[in-house]
């Protein structure tokens, strides 16, 4: 089970990043070459758009789920602050054994 989650992950992951790369070498292409715009409904011009549109969404969604990750992190780590400081209270002072004979 953990294994399909795994690749598909991946391969989730890859289409994003090919996308993203497939997306900045067309808009790339683009400018150094330039195309005969033929105006207001330009087709190339409103791919290019529509690739920008694209990669806005995909940044924005990444960004999101970065912030998410970083805060599901720092909630673990306050939660688990108050368990990490229980280790430092069994100490023989802490417990109250006297060492001495």
């Known amino acids: 089970m953990f294994k399909r989650r ?8 890859a289409f ?3 996308s993203m790369l497939a997306s900045s070498a067309c808009i790339a292409h683009e400018a150094i070459h330039p195309h005969a715009c033929t105006g207001e409904g330009c087709p190339v011009c409103q791919f290019i758009a529509h690739l920008e549109q694209v990669r806005r969404v995909f940044g924005a969604a990444l960004l999101a789920l ?15 602050a108050p368990a990490m400081a229980v280790p430092a209270l069994a100490t ?7 060492l001495n004979s």
Request: glycine share 6%.
């Open 6 to 13: 795994r690749v598909l992950a991946v391969l989730i992951c």
């Open 16 to 18: 994003v990043a090919l």
């Open 66 to 80: 970065l912030l998410v990750c970083i805060s599901l992190a720092a909630g673990r780590t306050w939660r688990a």
């Open 92 to 98: 023989p002072v802490g417990r109250k054994i006297r």
